[in-house]
């Protein structure tokens, strides 16, 4: 098994910055697999989306609506994912998943708020 925590939520207000992380621990076998890792969002009453990606090879994906604005970043020797977020915006509000992928397994961390308010 692979297990995700994540930490760096909270209120802040628009224009204003957060640094989210996910640090992977579990299982060796699994952990060495793990060929993607990522953050993916979920506001009230919407879908879950992906915010952006990286793979072990560097290879890193935004969503449009994020560009310019977030930054994803992997430290692989401790297994842990960042996404530095600048700007916010209150569209930005969602509870804000990690996830990593191995072949055919993907596994989820319980999530963590972020709230972009005045």
């Known amino acids: 098994q692979v297990q995700l925590v994540e930490s760096g939520g909270g209120l802040v207000q628009p224009g204003g910055s957060l640094r989210l992380s996910c640090a992977a621990s579990?299982?060796?076998?699994?952990?060495?697999?793990?060929?993607?890792m990522g953050w993916y969002r979920q506001a009230p009453g919407a879908e879950r989306e992906l915010v952006a990606a990286?793979?072990?090879?560097?290879?890193?994906n935004y969503a449009d609506s994020v560009k310019a604005r977030f930054t994803i970043s992997r430290d692989n020797a401790k297994i842990t994912v960042y996404l530095q977020m600048n700007s916010l915006k209150p569209e930005d509000t969602a509870v804000y998943y990690c996830n990593a992928d191995i072949p055919g397994l993907r596994y989820w961390g319980q999530g963590t708020q972020v709230t972009v308010s005045s």
């Open positions: 579990g299982s060796i076998f699994r952990l060495n697999r793990i060929n993607r």
């Open positions: 990286i793979t072990s090879g560097g290879s890193i």
